[in-house]
């Protein structure tokens, strides 16, 4: 099992239209979770950490399920500025160095006029 | 202030050049990264520097020579690369907190390497 599973891509939306993002990891110690964006050819981005209790920003909302090693990124109202990929990012090497982050291989989103 | 500096944009070098890239934070952070990322891939970890010493070397080649002159400033020095480096190189950075479980990391604009 891969560490850190994404949805496959691309998602293509139309504006206004909610978007959800689905990811799995595999260690069940792991600690820290968060969505980054990238856009073309840019750095990646951070987009939200993500908190057991749950979290909103805006437009966004980041879930944790830990029992069952899930986390979830919705965007409503999309806007084509959301357009980028989105990446899945999770440490997954607590206590050998709180450092470790692995990068989810990232769903594509394009939203369209 | 978030911000990871990276220096050069661009860089294109031979196989037998030496050349360094840059990276500078000034958000306090201790702990610095070096990542290697291809096209339509995620960021692969290089390397970790914690409180200017390196903590963690991801069996990288020896071409790539990373080095941390001070809390600020991370470098990864060039030697001898090969055509399948080429790749964008991002720097980020982070606070080290002992004990937690990992913390957000930020990232410069990373240089774009090119090998001929």
């Known amino acids: 099992r891969k560490e850190v599973e994404q949805d496959p891509g691309p998602f293509n939306v139309p504006e206004g239209a909610t978007v959800a993002f689905n990811c799995t990891y595999s260690n069940s110690a792991s600690q820290s979770f968060f969505w980054y964006r990238q856009d073309c050819r840019k750095e990646p981005k951070l987009l939200m950490s993500?908190?057991?209790s749950g979290n909103e920003d805006g437009r966004f909302t980041a879930q944790l399920n830990r029992a069952s090693q899930y986390i979830s990124l919705l965007i409503r109202d999309s806007k084509l500025s959301d357009s980028a990929t989105y990446l899945c990012?999770?440490?997954?090497?607590?206590?050998?160095?709180?450092?470790?982050?692995?990068f989810g291989k990232g769903t594509k989103l394009s939203v369209i006029p | 202030d978030t911000e990871v500096t990276q220096t050069p944009k661009h860089l294109v070098m031979g196989m037998t050049n030496k050349k360094s890239l840059k990276c500078e934070q000034h958000?306090?952070?201790?702990?610095m990264y070096w990542y290697k990322q291809k096209a339509k891939k995620p960021p692969e970890l290089m390397f970790v520097?914690?409180?200017?010493?390196?903590?963690i070397n991801e069996s990288v080649p020896s071409r790539f020579s990373p080095e941390c002159p001070n809390s600020s400033l991370l470098n990864l020095h060039l030697h001898a690369l090969q055509p399948e480096d080429s790749a964008l190189y991002l720097c980020a950075s982070s606070q080290d907190r002992e004990g937690a479980g990992g913390t957000e990391q930020y990232f410069g604009p990373g240089t774009r390497l090119t090998v001929t």
């Open positions: 958000m306090g952070h201790r702990a």
């Open positions: 993500v908190y057991s």
């Open positions: 520097y914690s409180y200017e010493k390196l903590s």
């Open positions: 990012v999770v440490n997954t090497a607590p206590g050998a160095g709180s450092y470790q982050l692995t």
